[in-house]
Structures are given as C-alpha cells and as structure tokens.
C-alpha cells in the first residue's frame, strides 16, 4: 500500500499516524478506505482495504473514531471509539482512540500536542475553512487540554490545490484577494487559508507540514471527487496515541 507518513510526526514514539492513497497492496489504483456504511458498496472489498490499512497504520480497527463529516463547523470533544454525528473535528487525549477523517479534495488537518498528549483530526472543506473549523479545533485543545498553540504540531494533507480548485465569485468572496489567485478564473488555496488560521492562532510555521500535493490533478495517486464525481473514492487520514 502506498501510505503517506507525515514527516512532522516521524520519530515520536507511540504515536501512530498516516494517510491512505488510492493505491492498494495489490498494485491497482483503486484502493480507497471507506469509514461510513452509506459507502460500503462492497463489503467484502471495504472489508479487506480496511484490514490492509489499519494494519499498515500499526493499531486495531476497534480504536476508530470518526466524524460523519457534513461540511460543518462542528468539533466535538470525543473519549471513545465510535460515530460521532454532525461534526467534521475531533479532539482527545485518550490513548486507544483513533482519530480519522476522509477526504477526496477537501484539506485533512491532523493536530498533535507533544507537551500534553492530546490529538485533534479535522476535515476542512471550504464551507468548514470559512467557519475556521480548524481554529475551533485548536482552541478547543487549549480549552480542553491546555493545548498551547506555539507548541502544536500540524499536518496539513493532500487536497485540492490553487493550481486546480475552480471556485465561482460567491465562494472566493468568502476568503479574499489573499489566497484567492485570479488569471483570469478564480482558485481557492484551502491547505493556504488553513495554514493562515493556525498562524494565527500562534501555531509556529515550522511545526507545520503542509503538503504540496494536488488531489485533483495528481489522479494517479489520489481519489477526487471534484474529478471524478459520485464515482470518487476517498483516502483517510488517522492520528492515534498508543
């Protein structure tokens, strides 16, 4: 399996963190772990990609915790494995459970406080970017867990990028001339505006990984679904304290 390994959690022992690609063991290019059973078109498919990926991550499929994502706002404090509804964030100092969140375009944002063990993972779409989802994620750690945003430690994953995310005007708007690229169509930088929010929250920029990676022209590797559609697949990204 082609599993992307953040380079800003390498080394730290018991932390167990990665990302799936579209690549499977078997070398095709269809591969795609899927969290939610509205996705489990083919059981016995879901059922082996899911074996592979949580073996290849290192913890047991029963420590899952995972948002059924709505492009929302939402993060909610979580303790437990399970299905947690109406949010696209989690956050927890609880060893054993695996924070996950899909995406096929949208900006995967996993957190890790080193000082005090605490974890956060996020799903950053562009409606969840505008109502500062990841900020929200953050201060909730500071609140929760008495996170301090100078010491965090950020991925940022593969999402769409400026080179390839055609916005319309009513979107763009929403984010500003900053990072929004107009020539002459307009292009929203998603991974961009999230690195801006943690600055300014006191993140330090080198505590932050942000991936280069477009999933939406890099199709080799990634699902999207800006690309493909209903058809799209998605990849997961995972952050666990063992």
């Given at each position: 399996m082609r599993l992307i390994k953040p380079n800003i959690f390498s080394g730290i022992q018991g932390l167990k963190?990665?990302?799936?690609t579209r690549i499977g063991n078997n070398g095709d290019n269809e591969f795609g772990i899927y969290l939610g059973s509205k996705e489990n078109v083919d059981s016995e498919r879901v059922k082996r990609n899911r074996k592979d990926f949580f073996s290849e991550i290192g913890i047991p499929e029963h420590y899952l915790a995972y948002p059924v994502q709505c492009h929302s706002k939402n993060v909610l404090k979580v303790s437990a494995p399970g299905e947690y509804k109406s949010c696209d964030g989690l956050i927890t100092n609880t060893v054993h459970v695996a924070l996950a969140v899909s995406a096929a375009d949208c900006v995967p944002v996993l957190l890790f406080d080193p000082l005090n063990k605490a974890i956060g993972a996020v799903h950053a779409g562009w409606r969840g970017t505008a109502g500062f989802v990841v900020m929200r994620a953050v201060e909730m750690m500071e609140?929760?867990?008495g996170t301090d945003p100078a010491k965090i430690l950020v991925y940022i994953g593969p999402s769409a990028g400026a080179c390839c995310y055609e916005v319309n005007e009513e979107v763009a708007i929403k984010f500003g001339n900053k990072i929004v690229p107009y020539s002459p169509k307009v292009f929203l930088d998603l991974k961009k505006e999230n690195m801006s929010q943690l600055l300014k929250?006191?993140?330090?920029?080198?505590?932050?990984?942000?991936?280069s990676s477009c999933t939406i022209c890099e199709k080799e590797l990634f699902h999207s679904f800006r690309r493909d559609g209903l058809s799209a697949g998605r990849m997961t990204a995972i952050i666990c304290i063992k």
């Open positions: 963190t990665g990302m799936s609140a929760e867990y929250l006191g993140a330090a920029a080198g505590n932050i990984e942000v991936s």
